[in-house]
């Protein structure tokens, strides 16, 4: 059972209501996506979005990660301990078109997810998305050919080479796609395809929401929530009437740092209880902070507002 609506939730609704205020929102920048395998080929990318021209790549790096193989293509695992020493170059491709999200999701296949990430070039951080192994480990090899987690980081990888024209089957598509789809008919593979189960979260809170006592009674909870200190980069706070409002920067900016509180969620149904409290002019995304992790934060739809439209 949810709490009375507080004045910033009577607040939203009424500027919710506002015929002025329901103004088309403005696009969110397009999204980037790093490649470490065959799609950090321009040439392949290019093939497989059916671009007119070479697609531009940026050199870029992520952490945390490593480098397996499954048969004779690249599977990247997030590392258990998050060791920030290990490191995958590859390249970065801004997706400009909707509609290529669900291509590349295709051409990968059920074996591997979508999955935000922290991308660094030339020591800049930015929020990326790339292309995950979501298989049993078991089937991954080591770069050399061992079948077991690394201990230490692989060496420097470079990007292999494209797959060449006589082993691709059918425009933009590859031999890796008659394997996902020919593996996708087993019916122990199915099992692969199946969203995984909800798993705690851990959310930047900052306004009312930083407050435990608040939190406490809104979501419920038997004990006074315990926070922990976080900075996350790239963003900037604005100011609605008396209340704040968090803003992610379009253009990478390092020196751009908003402290506030971290919280695990530990139901969805609390995931639920908060969107409900934000209310429509917040929507919950990918952020980045001080460190490796990917945190989720509450910050408008509509980027006008940030300017107090």
């Known amino acids: 059972m949810y709490h009375n609506p507080t004045e910033m939730q009577e607040r939203f609704l009424a500027s919710y ?6 103004k088309t929102p403005e696009p969110l920048p397009p999204p980037k996506y790093f490649f470490y ?15 007119d021209q070479l697609p531009t790549l940026t050199d870029a790096v992520i952490h945390g990660y490593f480098l ?10 997030r590392d258990p301990d998050r060791n920030i020493e290990m490191q995958v170059k590859g390249k970065v491709y801004t997706l400009t078109q909707k509609e290529h999200k669900a291509i590349l999701q295709d051409y990968e296949g059920p074996t591997y997810k979508l999955v935000p990430c922290r991308a660094e070039h030339d020591g800049i951080p930015f929020l990326s998305y790339v292309f995950v192994w979501n298989g049993p480990l078991g089937e991954l090899e080591d ?24 082993q691709r089957v059918g425009t933009g598509r590859s031999v890796m796609q008659e394997k996902f789809r020919q593996a996708a008919m087993d019916p122990n593979f199915a099992e692969l395809s199946k969203p995984p189960p ?9 306004g009312a929401l930083a407050d435990p006592a608040f939190l406490q009674r809104l979501l419920s909870l038997p004990e006074v929530p ?44 609390h995931v639920a209880r908060l969107t409900q409290f934000v209310g429509p002019n917040f929507r919950l995304a990918p952020c980045l902070i ?19 439209v």
């Open 290 to 308: 001080k460190g490796d992790d990917i945190l989720y934060i509450f910050r408008p739809t509509i980027r006008n507002w940030f300017y107090g």
């Open 37 to 51: 395998g065959t799609l950090a080929s321009p040439a392949t990318l290019q093939q497989v979005l059916g671009l």
């Open 68 to 77: 397996k193989r499954w048969g004779p293509y690249l599977a990247l695992v």
């Open 143 to 166: 770069l050399d050919g061992r079948q077991h987690c690394p201990t230490k980081m692989h060496p420097q990888s470079s990007l292999p080479p494209t797959i060449p024209s006589d």
């Open 198 to 206: 909800w798993r705690p979260e851990v959310f930047f809170l900052y």
């Open 226 to 269: 315990t926070f922990g200190e976080a900075t996350i980069l790239n963003a900037v706070m604005k100011r609605w009437g008396a209340f704040p409002v968090l803003t992610k920067m379009d253009v990478p900016n390092p020196n751009l740092l908003v402290t506030g509180k971290i919280y695990t969620v530990t139901k969805e149904e």
């Open 17 to 22: 209501k506002d015929k002025n205020f329901l």
